[in-house]
């Protein structure tokens, strides 16, 4: 059980397993996120951004499939992919898809909205192929010091469906700032709007893009700091 929600619980589904924040009222419920850890996070480590959340939702936070150790996990094992492609995500992204679905058809929860995703560090790095790959099942992406992994596939038609969140520290000692720029120009040109935040921090969210990102989150945040190119 979380200590910092009492109501959130886990549920496996082979080989996954979610942390599950239920809503207080789930019929009333309209907006949902999935959380996404970065390298050496689990299912519990997102919970720092439940405060950010718009009330009452559901939000999932799965654990990654690659054991680092007995509490840390990751997507993908950084010695085997130094600078991963956004193929080598493809496997570790179908299954939570599959095991996600399956898991919402097990809780009941309503699937005709749209679901919103966090994702910090490698986990927005995941959370960026999930708006590619998936783009019919998400709206708003929030990127958290990630990156865009290498060789994106050519997008057929414009994703100016998908809403976008960008933070970064410019003092990032372990993604460089340079790769949310390049993520940011990558969303872009793929017709998507783009909401860009950078702060002197290193690998974490600062105070003022926490600001940003709530009121993104909650509908608030449109259009400030909106950039109509890339630098």
Not at 63 to 88: A, K, V
Not at 143 to 151: A, D, M, R, T, V
Request: with cysteine.
């Amino acid at each position: 059980m979380d200590q910092s929600n009492p109501q959130s619980f886990n549920i496996f589904e082979n080989p996954m397993i979610f942390r599950v924040f239920p809503p207080v009222d789930p019929k009333n419920n309209r907006n949902n996120f999935l959380l996404l850890h970065g390298w050496t996070g689990n299912e519990s480590s997102m919970s720092v951004f439940l405060k950010a959340l718009p009330k009452n939702h559901y939000s999932v936070s799965p654990r990654g499939l690659f054991q680092i150790s007995s509490e840390s996990y990751g997507w993908l094992n950084i010695s085997d992919y130094p600078t991963p492609n956004f193929s080598d995500f493809y496997t570790s992204v179908d299954i939570l898809m599959e095991k996600f679905e399956s898991l919402l058809k097990k809780m009941d929860i309503p699937t005709m909205d749209k679901w919103n995703v966090i994702g910090f560090s490698q986990g927005a790095a995941v959370a960026s192929v999930l708006a590619v790959r998936y783009p019919d099942y998400f709206k708003k992406i929030c990127l958290l010091s990630g990156f865009i992994p290498e060789n994106p596939p050519k997008i057929e038609s414009q994703l100016s469906n998908l809403e976008i969140f960008i933070s970064h520290g410019i003092n990032d000692d372990k993604v460089p700032f340079k790769q949310a720029v390049k993520s940011e120009k990558f969303f872009l040109s793929i017709g998507a709007s783009v909401v860009f935040c950078q702060e002197e921090q290193n690998h974490k969210i600062g105070a003022t893009c926490s600001i940003n990102l709530k009121k993104f989150l909650n509908s608030e945040l449109s259009a400030l700091q909106k950039r109509e190119s890339a630098q």
